[in-house]
C-alpha cells in the first residue's frame, strides 16, 4: 500500500541576508529558489534566532533554544571556557518523531548541534548521515598542517578543523587543494551526499511506499568567503558602486516584490569603526567588491546545487509530494561574536601563516575574507543589524515554501503571518499525522514520556490550520496597519515578478497564526532581549552594543518594521505590560532574566570579523601594497 504522507526537504541557508535571493528582490542569480517561489509562497515574516546553532535547535525541537540547548565546556583547560551548545535530551527532535513514525530520515550538511557521542546526528533520528559538526570550515575541505601535529592548532571559533561524520564514523574530508570545480566543496558535495543516500533509497521495494525526511543545511555563505572562479566571475564589478547603492537597490527590489511596506522607514547603517566607502582608496574598494562578489557567487553555487535536487525529485515523481522549506538560519554574518578577544590574535595568526589573500587568489581554498558590516546591512535592510542581535536584522530571514497539496492558495504570492522557526515541528507533524508525545501539557514546563526520557512540549505552532483551512488564530482582529490593501495567501495576492496591488505590507493575517491571546515570542541571547507579541516589539541590548540604551525600546513593526522609532517614553504601560510577558517567558524557557556581565564583548571594537579592511592586509602572499590590480 502506498503511503501517501508528503516527503519533507528542509533546506537551510547559513547567515543568508534578507534580500540576497532574486525572489527577495536581490540581483543574486537564484532561479532555483525562485521557482519555489513562484510556485509556492514566500514568508515576509519569518524570524529565527540571532545565531545558527540556536535556530537549528528550534528548528528541530519546536521549542524555545534555552529549553533545547544545552551549553557544555569544549576546553576546560583555557581560562575563557569556551562553550559549545549542545542539543538537549529534553526535547523529541523531529527526525526522532517521524523515524518512529515510518518515514526514512537523511541529513547532509552543517548539524552545528554537538560533537560528542549521543549528541551525534545518528543518535537524533537520522538513518543516514553526512554532516559537517562545527559551525563552520573551510568550504573546500583544505586545512593548513600544524606544526606539532593537530595537538597544536588553537582554538579558533571563526577557523575550525573539516570535522565530518558519516553514519557515527569519523569521515576524513580529501582537500581540494586545486580549488578545481570537481573536487571537494560544501554545497557540492552536500548535494552528491544527499542524491546517494536518494538513489540507495530507491533501491530499496518499499521507497515506493515509504515517505522521506532530507535535511540539507549548507555552510554557505558563511565565513570564509570561498566559491569557484566561474561563480565569483559572473559578478565581476556588480558590486563596485558600493553597500548604500546596493542597499538602495536591494530595498527597491523588496518594494516591488510586495514584501516590505512602500513607505517603510530602513534602519540606519551601524558600523562607526568602518569608513564609508567614498573614504575608501580605489585598490580598497575593489578588494572589498571583491569579497562581495564571491559571497554572491557561494549564494549562486548554493541554488545551483539546490536545483539538482529539485530536478531529481521532479524526474523521480516525488516532488509534487514534497513539502520543500528554503530558509536562513539566522540574518547576514557583520560580526563574529563567536570569535572572543582571546581568539581573534589566533585568528589572525592563522590567516597571516596559512592563507593567500591576494586579490586574484580571493575565493580559492587558501584564501580567508569576509564582507563585514556594511555590506551586511546592504543584506539585512530596511531591518535593524544583523546576526548576533536581536533586533530585526538577526532574526527575521528570507522563507520559501512549495507545497503543491496546499493547491489552493495562489502560487507566487506572499504569507505575512508572523511565523518562527519554532513552528516547523508541529506544522511536519500536523502533514504527518504525527502525535507530539507532550502534545497536551499542564503548563509550558510539564514534561511527558518520550521512549527512555522525558521532554519538553513545543512552543511553535502549526501553520496547517491557517494555510490549509484558512482558519484564523483567535483573537486575530488588527486591522492593516498601513492603510493599504491587505495581501494574503487566502485572498487578493501580490504575485511575484507582478505588480503591487498597493500597499499591503501588514494585514490582520500578520496575527492569523500567533495572536494576540497565544504564546508570545521572545529572545534572549549573551544579554540582548527582545519580545514579539502582535504589532509589539520590545528590545533591550547593553550600551555597549550599536543602537543599545541599556533599556526596554519599544518599536510598532506594523507602521515601523526597521525599529527605527522607539515608543517606549510615549507608552509606557504598554512597555510595562510587555516586559511582564518577557519575565513570564524567562520562567517558562529557564532564559536568564537578567545577565550581569555581557559575555561577548563590544562587537563593534572588539571583533576582527566586524572590521570590512583587516583581511586585505592579511595572508602569507604579496602584501596589499605590493599589488597591482
Known amino acids: 500500500m502506498t503511503d501517501k504522507r508528503p516527503n519533507f526537504l528542509l533546506i537551510i541557508a547559513d547567515d543568508l541576508g534578507y534580500s540576497d535571493l532574486g525572489c527577495f528582490g536581490g540581483e543574486i542569480r537564484t532561479p532555483n529558489i525562485d521557482r519555489l517561489a513562484r510556485d509556492g509562497l514566500r514568508f515576509s515574516d519569518y524570524h529565527t534566532a540571532p545565531m545558527c546553532s540556536v535556530a537549528r535547535s528550534m528548528v528541530l525541537s519546536g521549542t524555545d533554544s534555552h529549553v533545547a540547548m544545552q551549553q557544555l565546556l569544549i576546553n576546560e583547560s583555557r581560562s575563557d571556557r569556551l562553550m559549545e551548545g549542545y542539543l538537549t535530551r529534553n526535547i ?17 550538511g552543517k548539524w552545528h548541534q554537538g560533537f560528542r557521542p549521543g549528541y551525534l546526528p ?150 562607526p569603526d568602518n569608513a564609508p566607502w567614498e573614504e575608501l582608496t580605489p585598490k580598497e574598494k575593489k578588494f572589498s567588491s571583491r569579497a562581495m562578489e564571491i559571497y554572491a557567487g557561494m549564494v549562486d553555487s548554493m541554488d545551483q546545487h539546490i536545483g539538482r535536487v529539485l530536478d531529481h525529485l521532479e524526474e523521480t515523481g516525488q516532488l509534487n509530494n514534497t513539502l520543500v522549506l528554503f530558509f536562513s538560519d539566522n540574518g547576514a554574518e557583520g560580526t563574529a561574536l563567536e570569535a572572543e578577544e582571546v581568539v581573534g590574535p589566533h585568528l589572525l595568526e592563522t590567516i597571516n601563516t596559512f592563507y593567500n589573500n591576494e586579490y586574484e587568489n580571493l575565493g580559492n581554498r587558501d584564501s580567508f575574507c569576509w564582507m563585514g558590516p556594511r555590506w551586511c546591512q546592504a543584506s539585512t535592510a530596511p531591518n535593524r543589524l544583523y546576526k548576533h542581535y536581536t533586533s ?166 506594523y507602521s515601523d518594521q526597521g525599529e527605527t522609532n522607539d515608543l517606549a517614553k510615549h507608552m509606557p504601560d504598554k512597555v510595562a505590560d510587555l516586559v511582564r510577558e518577557y519575565e513570564k517567558w524567562t520562567q517558562e524557557t529557564g532564559a536568564p532574566l537578567k545577565r550581569t ?14 572590521d570590512q579592511r583587516l583581511w586585505m592586509s592579511l595572508g602569507n602572499g604579496k602584501r596589499f601594497d605590493e599589488q597591482e590590480v
Open 392 to 557: 530585526e536584522g538577526g532574526v527575521r530571514v528570507p522563507m520559501v515554501m512549495r507545497y503543491p497539496a496546499f493547491d489552493h492558495l495562489v502560487a507566487g504570492s506572499v504569507c505575512r503571518a508572523f511565523t518562527t522557526a519554532m513552528d516547523i515541528v508541529p506544522t511536519f507533524l500536523a502533514l504527518a499525522g504525527v502525535q507530539n508525545p507532550n502534545p497536551d501539557p499542564a503548563h509550558p514546563r510539564a514534561t511527558a514520556p518520550y521512549h527512555d526520557r522525558q521532554v519538553y512540549p513545543v512552543r511553535g505552532r502549526s501553520w496547517v490550520d491557517y494555510l490549509r483551512d484558512g482558519n484564523r488564530s483567535t483573537g486575530a482582529t488588527w486591522p492593516n496597519g498601513n492603510g493599504g490593501v491587505a495581501t494574503n495567501v487566502h485572498g487578493n495576492m501580490h504575485r511575484l515578478n507582478g505588480e503591487s496591488n498597493g500597499d499591503a505590507h501588514y494585514s490582520d493575517d500578520v496575527e492569523a497564526i500567533y495572536g494576540p491571546q497565544d504564546t508570545v515570542v521572545a529572545w534572549e541571547h549573551f544579554g540582548k532581549a527582545a519580545l514579539r507579541l502582535g504589532r509589539w516589539k520590545i528590545v533591550n541590548m547593553p550600551v555597549e552594543h550599536p543602537t543599545g540604551t541599556g533599556k526596554w525600546q519599544l518599536y510598532d513593526l
Open 92 to 108: 523529541a527532535a523531529l527526525p526522532e518523531l517521524l523515524k518512529d513514525a515510518g518515514y526514512g530520515t537523511m541529513i547532509s
Open 597 to 610: 556581565k555581557d559575555a561577548e564583548g563590544n562587537c563593534l571594537g572588539g571583533d576582527i570579523i566586524g
Open 122 to 271: 545518528s543518535d537524533r533520528g537520522f538513518d543516514k548521515v553526512f554532516s559537517c559538526l562545527p559551525a563552520s570550515s573551510n568550504h573546500y575541505g583544505w586545512d593548513p598542517k600544524w606544526e606539532g601535529g593537530e595537538g597544536n592548532r588553537p582554538d579558533i571559533h571563526g577557523h575550525q578543523p573539516p570535522i565530518y561524520v558519516k553514519q557515527d564514523r569519523r569521515w576524513i574530508v580529501e582537500p581540494n587543494e586545486d580549488s578545481s570545480e570537481d573536487g571537494f566543496y560544501s554545497s557540492k558535495t552536500y548535494v552528491d551526499e544527499l542524491l546517494s543516500m536518494f538513489h540507495e533509497r530507491e533501491q530499496s521495494p518499499s521507497s515506493n511506499t515509504t515517505p522521506f525526511f532530507a535535511y540539507l543545511p549548507f555552510t554557505a555563505p558563511h565565513y570564509p568567503l570561498q566559491c569557484f572562479a566561474k561563480d565569483r566571475d559572473k559578478y565581476r564589478g556588480v558590486y563596485d558602486g558600493g553597500p548604500e547603492v546596493l542597499r538602495q537597490s536591494r530595498l527597491a527590489g523588496l518594494k516591488k516584490e510586495g514584501l516590505i511596506s512602500a513607505t517603510v522607514q530602513p534602519h540606519d547603517v551601524v558600523s
